[in-house]
């Protein structure tokens, strides 16, 4: 059975990533690996690491039989990944390896960028992030990339949640303000990242009236407790089957987020609490990504 990691990432310092957003990205490391008894980060210290290397990723999702991958274009908060850095790591496993782009849609040639990445680069979907880069996702103005995403037919990643540079805009992170344009782009396909934590519950309210809205469970096994409280929520709204599996890689490998999810359970073993169902668990990781690509 295939599994699918929809959602990784490819860059290195100090090409793609400022000081002050590593900085920031170290001290967020530190709590989440003292809260998890240390386990699942392939980050290390020491900046010059390069843990997010194409080398590295290779390796860090062997347990996937597919791989989304990614950079980030926010230089609003210091991240700055070229485009053809990822069509030239696809073009290394074309097979196995899916590259999707990232275009910021305030730019005044948004739509120009992302006709060049996918005719021109090869990509196959778009990842964009409000509180990165800095834009409102209620203004209509904002949509014309994702008009643009329908006519093409392709996917959208999109973090709408929390997140830790200082830089970032938290105001446009929470996800019921993608309400305006899911409900005027009903055909567009969209995966909210990371089930939009902390503001989970929300995006289970969203994705239940949103025929096209999907979110992902990547870097939640972090936090055990909230994990199984999402997933729980999910259960018992009916939307496990729009939950789509991916690491976020390099914060975990494949095999790590695969791990994070069949023990789910765990923090409530020995309690009467409600469990999550392994065949639904197994459908996340095996099926649910065949409903965004169109194949169930």
């Given at each position: 059975m295939t599994i699918v990691d929809i959602h990784t990432h490819v860059f290195w310092y100090p090409d793609h990533l400022s000081d002050e957003l590593v900085d920031d990205a170290l001290a967020a490391k530190r709590v989440k690996a003292e809260r998890s008894g240390g386990k699942a980060f392939l980050q290390?210290?020491?900046?010059?690491?390069?843990?997010?290397?194409?080398?590295?990723?290779?390796?860090?999702?062997?347990?996937?039989?597919?791989?989304?991958?990614?950079?980030i274009r926010a230089k609003a908060v210091g991240f700055n990944v070229p485009n053809?850095?990822?069509?030239?790591?696809v073009?290394?496993?074309?097979?196995?390896?899916?590259?999707?782009?990232?275009?910021?849609?305030?730019?005044?040639?948004?739509?120009?960028?992302?006709?060049?990445?996918?005719?021109?680069?090869?990509?196959?979907?778009?990842?964009?992030?409000p509180v990165y880069q800095h834009w409102d996702p209620t203004e209509p103005r904002n949509w014309r990339l994702f008009r643009r995403c329908v006519e093409l037919d392709i996917p959208v990643m999109i973090h709408q949640g929390t997140t830790y540079p200082r830089?970032?805009?938290?105001e446009w992170g929470k996800p019921l303000q993608l309400e305006p344009l899911v409900m005027a782009l009903p055909e567009l396909r969209m995966v909210i990242a990371h089930l939009g934590h902390p503001w989970e519950e929300d995006v289970?309210?969203?994705?239940?009236?949103?025929?096209?809205?999907?979110?992902?469970?990547?870097?939640?096994?972090?936090?055990?407790?909230r994990f199984w409280q999402a997933m729980i929520t999910a259960y018992e709204y009916g939307v496990t089957h729009k939950l789509i599996f991916g690491s976020d890689f390099p914060n975990a490998s494949t095999a790590d987020a695969i791990e994070g999810l069949r023990n789910v359970n765990r923090v409530v073993d020995g309690t009467p609490l409600p469990r999550v169902p392994q065949d639904v668990i197994e459908a996340i990781l095996h099926e649910n990504w065949e409903r965004l690509y169109g194949l169930r």
């Open positions: 290390r210290e020491d900046r010059h690491a390069n843990d997010a290397l194409p080398e590295v990723h290779h390796s860090a999702t062997a347990a996937a039989d597919r791989v989304v991958v990614f950079g053809e850095v990822i069509a030239d790591y073009r290394t496993d074309p097979t196995r390896l899916e590259g999707w782009a990232s275009v910021d849609p305030t730019d005044e040639d948004c739509v120009e960028q992302l006709d060049h990445c996918v005719t021109e680069l090869g990509l196959r979907g778009l990842k964009v992030a830089r970032a805009r938290l289970v309210a969203l994705i239940r009236k949103a025929p096209n809205l999907y979110t992902d469970v990547s870097a939640l096994h972090f936090r055990p407790w």
